[in-house]
Nanobody
Framework: QLQLMESGGGLVQAGDSLRLSCVSS?????????VGWFRQAPGKEREFVAA????????NYADSVKGRFTISKDNAKSTLYLQMSSLAPEDTAVYYC??????????????????WGQGTQVTVSS
């Protein structure tokens, strides 16, 4: 059974960079055709941030983070990353990594992901 654990969150200032990590255990992350990052700000619904889909062979980003965030994987370490730069206060949220077992084009939909991490808090001060 796959388990995911995020790390790397913290308190940063606007304009700073941060890299989140998501380590898998139980099963290797490379077995999962869909991996991604979501976030949830206080009082808001969970929203899509970035995904890496084997079906498309491409990465996908929310418009709000495009050009600033980069999703990547290290299969040897079974780890998923989210490199974040030019952070802004509106990026403040709990960030979750997730993995899905299905080949799907709906990589922005949370329902396509089967396993979720516990989340890591990112706070960006102005």
């Amino acid at each position: 059974q796959l388990q995911l654990m995020e790390s790397g969150g913290g308190l940063v200032q606007a304009g700073d960079s941060l890299r989140l990590s998501c380590v898998s255990s139980g099963r290797t992350l490379s077995l999962y055709p869909l991996v991604g990052w979501f976030r949830q700000a206080p009082g808001k619904e969970r929203e899509f941030v970035a995904a890496d889909s084997r079906l498309s062979g491409l990465t996908n980003y929310a418009d709000s983070v495009k050009g600033r965030f980069t999703i990547s994987k290290d299969n040897a370490k079974s780890t998923l990353y989210l490199q974040m730069s030019s952070l802004a206060p509106e990026d403040t949220a709990v960030y979750y990594c997730a993995a899905g077992t299905r080949l799907t084009i709906r990589d922005t939909e949370a329902s396509e992901y089967d396993t979720w991490g516990q989340g890591t808090q990112v706070t960006v001060s102005s």
